[in-house]
């Protein structure tokens, strides 16, 4: 039998650490993980899910979750997250999809290009998926059944495991909300830079617990600085959510050889001369006095605006050395190709890198001199570890950190330090501290001023010269019970706005909207103009977007069409004009640029302004037939991936069965295009190879009129919910829309192109079902209780939301969804 460290060095070139071993191999794994940066946390969970999951015995290979969910604060992590994980895999040989690698200098593959998607459709195999803004790897969601690893942003993940997903069409967020609250691991990298959306996991393991799921969840929080105490929120159970104390390096791992010279790293420490400027100049004066030729120098300031001052001053004398400047705010082909630069080996006069945060956690990068800001205790901890990271200039003793400090905090320790103030020393006293506030964001100058009393005497930064790491982590927003049950709904208000989950994932100053950039008309963008593709995305602050002074647009779901947002809020996927700029390919996003050129054009829209693209027409099928295919497709799925209970077995195979009778509707039918291939007049059909033409009542929906049948002839509600909600558009509630066409009859009930008394003909399900003619009643949509149809239909819904529990109920919704998706793309013709 093939062993552990076998498996781990096959993908990886070297032995495990006995922390990576203890991690993957325990009965049950230790679920923190507080390990030095660069000491190979990456490897541990991955590698150690991959061989719980396919090599160990197999009670723990069946309790091991099938998705990995890999959660990182910054999307400049994720690639280089995936890339390690396909590298692994594609050595293990495990890799589904197409790698191409090349190899550089040093003989060391490196990968240039991965698609989840290409190569032969081996189910065994397991595929890397991107969850970022406009990213073309979102249909990861058609394949629950198979083992994945998604690699994500935490506003990506987050937002969906709230069902609100940013940058996704909204009526596919319940599946990604199944998907990832069950069945999966969780990892969190880098918490220190989570903020509130590290209590948001906390609550979500703690929710799945309390709410129940369908198969396992279960969590892994990770980090350099990792505090037990930072995951004690209201609901989150340390002895049942993460038993046992963290998984830490030990005397062994410190004794290893590949470990040994990092824990000795020698990293003296100065306080820089001068303290933080707003033109950049004295930094890059510093920066060209340190600079080494044939080394690496990195600068690290705590907002974009100080990283392009000083990139821009250092351009203006144009040294030798190669200069680079790496954020947050840039497109993402300019972002991956500034860090792939950084990366790369220093040329004969070096590389000097300019910084945010965004090096700081993940980016295996070491340099010889670090400038950075003054930034709270855990992430200067990870700032210090991109100096000298490997232990490459211990013999040298030359590498240098050099800390700069926030403009006038050495003078307000001065009048601090005075045993009387005058009035004089008291306003300015008071006007230092107003103006630090303002400028140590997005730090509270407290978490600053508790860092720079940690390095007041210190030397050198070290990992054996650091403290022990003692600070603690406060939430402004925790999700609660209520929350999270409201979030299960996805119907907007009467104003058509949603739930702003945003403070639930990053902090108040750290929200972000996603712009990219296009050639228009005068009178802007018309319905047929595509959404973006994830190359074209930018994200930017939701404060730096001001829809009355810049023009912007959002794609209106119902309408079907670009629209001015009159509010902008967190997570949606913004149009702006090229010719209003505002974006430097060199700089980034500076809100100053006339002009933008726009990347081309992707081949299809986005996801965010589609309905459902899995459901689209292909072939003309019947009614019945294509009945008979989700039914089948259904049928695959639970002998996979079995519910848990008979009643739910039998409700499923009950919705795939009846899921399209609305489809019977003759607004439905006078749809379908003229020139059907063959059959009579009467053929009632499900999809047609043609498109579709606009309903006679806008906002038709066949799944309402389907669940309502289902109701009237005495199916669970359990089966007619599942019906309603396979398109994601009909699911607690049931109203009308501002645009629906209204009956003569100011009395009759009328929701989503429904109206009472609307009859279906006899038709033919498939399977030897056989529909009766019915004429569907509307009292469902009434609250309280009708004394013919018995309960409303939110009075139903909502108890049996908390029956199953909300976790369970998404994801039998998800299993009828995908199971429909599949079938619909199946493109074999109906023949004669």
Known sequence: MVSYSEIFRAATGHDPYPYQEEFATRDEPRWLVSVPTGCGKTAAVILGWLWRRRFEKPEIRQATPRRLVYCLPMRVLVEQTRDCAVAWLHRLGRLGGKAVFEKDGNATERLVDYDPWAGPDDPD????????????????????????????TQDMLLSRALNRGYAMSRFRWPVHFALLNNDCLWVMDEVQLMGSGLATTTQLQAFRRKLRTVAGVRSVWMSATMRPEWLATVDFEQGSDAPEGPIEIGEKDKGHKALKPRFEAVKPLEKAAFEATTDGKAEAQSVLERHAPGTRTLVVVNTVKRAQAIYEALRKVKPAAELILVHSRFRPPDREAALKRLLAKPSEHGTIGISTQVVEAGVDVSAKTLITDLAPWASLVQRFGRCNREGEFNQSKDATVVCIAPQGLQELEKLEGKDKLTPKDERRKEDLSKNLAKESLPYRLEELRAANSKLADRLDVGPASLPPFEEPMNFTHVVRRKDIVELFDTTPDLAGADIDVSRFIREADEHDVRVFWRDLPKEGPGPGEKGPGREELCAIPVGEI???????????????????????????????RADEGGYNSKLGWTGKEKRTDPISLTAEPAEADGDDPHTKNRAWKTLAEHTDEVVEELGWLLSVIPPGDPGWDVALRLA???????????VFQAAVPGGAPSGPVEVLWGKCAKGMKRYERPGFRHELVSALAMLQHGLPDLAAYLAAAHHGKVRLSIRSLPHERR???PEQRFARGVWEGDALPRTDLG????????????????????DETGPSWLARMLALRDRLGLFRLAFLEALLRVADWRASENDKEVQG
């Open 125 to 152: 195999k397991i595929r890397v998926h991107l969850l970022l803004g406009g990213d073309v790897d979102r249909d990861w969601d058609r394949f629950p059944e198979r083992d994945a690893i998604l690699v994500g």
């Open 546 to 576: 001001d829809p009355k002074r810049r023009k912007v647009w959002r794609w209106d779901h119902l309408e079907k069409r670009w629209e001015r947002p009159r509010t902008i809020y967190p997570g949606p996927v913004l149009m702006l």
């Open 656 to 666: 795939a069965r009846w899921h399209d009778a609305g489809k019977a509707h003759g």
């Open 743 to 745: 009956p003569e009859d």
């Open 767 to 786: 399977g030897g079902i056989v529909m009766p003619e019915t004429a569907l009643k509307l009292a469902y949509m009434e609250l309280g209780q009708d």
